[in-house]
């Protein structure tokens, strides 16, 4: 077998790491040592494991090199406190969410001293540039293996456990029985007491495997390694089930606080108590990802988006699991659906050529501002909510819940077929198209008549002309802000998804709908059969309701807000701005030029797939996070979902005969 000669790079590596490991022996400090990490630094974070790869060649290419750096190493860390970075570093704060982001800002603002002596300030010293963490995550377990083979650091050179190691271990220990026997997550476990309870008979054997070396015992201490790393395991399981729970029983950032620090702790302590065993393999790959996890939190302890991303991103996998299963419905398969859908949006389209009148009379009133934008987001909420009482649909209000249904049907990142995804996506696309029609078709010709109507009623316009030309000029794509209100638009429907969803889950988690039906006022006055329908409609119906309510103050009353405020807000909807349109052509005897009608007609179709871009894309973007997809996945999602459009352009906007089976449907 051909030995692979070293490039120039290494031969400089490897004088470098000589000179270097040699002013450290002399008593030069840890500085050569920064030098040395600066040496190995690749200029990218993806290189991260072809440049230790380099440092292991280097050293293996210099006889007795590795074992001296791996010396100078131990020596070092043998100097300085290991017990608090065991114990915090990487480990969520028990000063909760908003506690620790108050922390991260302050840092930020005054940084704190080092601690003297202390493994976390060795770390960040080393490790001195901001990207350091990412291209050390870029290093393989492998290579990790094969560098501290060739520094010498074995599993059968550590002795016994250090005392910081073991106290470490039975700190950890006891903080995970603590946390493990917190209501919040005991009440998820049914049928476990403190004495079965994972949580606690982790507590019990960590300490058993501990105690074994400290008391001098010789023998048993593999069978107890592996009784304790498999009632990790059990706890993991037991963390899953509650999450698992939350789907019924609902979550709260307290409780997701629990199960994310469980998570990190159950992290922490299986590496520890591998550091302690002799089996070669587990213990080098156990080091190198305790190394990895030390250096990714110190570079991170003081970042703020990161904090928010990690404590959000399961609280936002609940939202969205809720706002899914309302989102189904939304996602039509076959010809019958499609043409069902299509009625339901022909309704949507009449009930909102209604409100758009309303609100067009409403504005010349003269009522003070602030009366105004109550009245308007009053009747855009009603607006809204009887268009989903009746069982009608509002094109816009679905991207927000079908994004979350298609995220959902990601699955976890262990068990993702994303194939499946395509015939999901096209009939999304193909509900939205039937929706956005529907609306048109209904709400411009009605709002027409409705106007014709109410001149012929009382005499006057609905609209007078200065209010008519007003209005369409508001709709034309190049001379007012239309592309940046339709935007503004979409972004309320997005966040109104999000309201849905988490109205949804503060109910189950507060068992809102159990609580009303057993409600001692409403089971006297309606009946234990009343009030359990009470019960159940607030169940079914109330986080999409507070969903609309939001959605209709915040698109209604957003323009008078701007004009009290003095700054260019407003939003412009695809179904209310058709609807002001055949108003304002009916107000003006249908007296508009030509190239204005174009104008407009561009500027509706504009806003509507503005609404459309921007509450799903912020909606599946958020969707996709929770279910932490890689770039990667999202490129295979994107090409066959190409390869669908290029093949399947039809199936885009009209079903096919047959449906297309029901895998997809969340």
Known sequence: MSVRPPDSREKELREIATYMVARVERGAGVDPLCE??????????????????????????SDGLGERLGRVLRDLVGGVHLFPAFTESGVPSTKGFLGELTSRILRRVVPELDPPADLRSLIR??????????????????????????????????????????????GLAHHIASLGLQPEIHERLPGLDEAVSPFMRLSAAALRYVEGFETGEVGGQTRLLHQALEVVEQCRDSVQLVRDGNREHGTNLRLTGFTYRLDALLDRIEILLHLSEVEEEKFRESLGRLVAVLVAAEKNRNAVLSHVREHVDLL???????????????????????????????????????????????????????????LFGLNYSVCFVLIYLTGSALATKQPAMTANTIARELGDP??????????????????????????????????????????????????????????????????SGTVFYAAAAGFFLFAAGLVSGWVDNRNLNRD?????????????????????????????????????????????????????????????????????????????????????????????????????????????????ESRRLTWRELRTVTGHLGSALVRRPVDWFWPPRTPAPEEGQA
């Open 414 to 479: 262990q068990n993702r077929t994303l194939e499946r995804l395509e015939e999901l996506v096209i009939r999304v696309w193909r509900s939205q198209f039937v929706s956005f029609v529907g609306n048109l078709a209904a709400a411009l010709p009605i709002a027409f008549l409705l106007s014709m109507a109410f001149y012929r009623v009382t005499g006057a316009p609905a609209a007078p002309d200065y209010k008519a030309e007003s209005m369409l000029a508001a709709l034309h794509p190049l001379q």
């Open 512 to 624: 809102v709908p159990r609580r009303v039906a057993e409600h001692p006022v409403l089971t006297s006055v309606l009946g234990a059969t009343g009030a359990a329908r009470v019960g159940t409609f607030l169940d079914k119906n109330l986080g999409i309701i507070a969903g609309n309510v939001f959605l209709g103050f915040a698109l209604g009353s957003l323009g008078t807000v701007g004009e009290i405020l003095g700054l260019p807000l407003d939003i412009r909807h695809i179904a209310f701005a058709s609807a002001e349109f055949g108003t304002a052509l009916e107000s003006l005897n249908l007296a508009v030029a030509g190239e204005v009608v174009v104008a407009v007609a561009i500027g509706i179709l504009l806003i509507g797939l503005i609404n459309f871009l921007v509450s799903f894309g912020l909606s599946l973007a958020m969707a996709l």
């Open 36 to 61: 040395l990490v600066a040496a190995i630094r690749p200029r990218r974070a993806d290189q991260g494991d072809e440049a230790m790869r380099r440092l292991v060649r280097a050293l293996e290419a």
């Open 125 to 170: 010293y080393l490790f001195s540039d901001p990207q350091d963490h990412e291209w050390i995550a870029d290093v393989t377990p492998a290579t990790w293996r094969d560098l501290l083979s060739a520094m010498g650091v074995r599993a059968d050179s550590v002795t016994g456990i250090d005392v910081e190691h073991a106290t470490a271990i039975r």
């Open 316 to 374: 936002a996998l609940e939202i969205v699991e809720h706002s899914a299963r309302k989102g189904s419905k939304y996602i039509t398969s076959g010809r019958r659906d499609w043409w069902k859908f299509f009625g339901a949006s022909l309704g949507g389209g009449v009930i909102v050529a209604c409100f758009s009148l309303v609100k067009t009379l409403t504005a010349q009133w003269g009522l003070p501002l602030g009366i105004e934008a109550i």
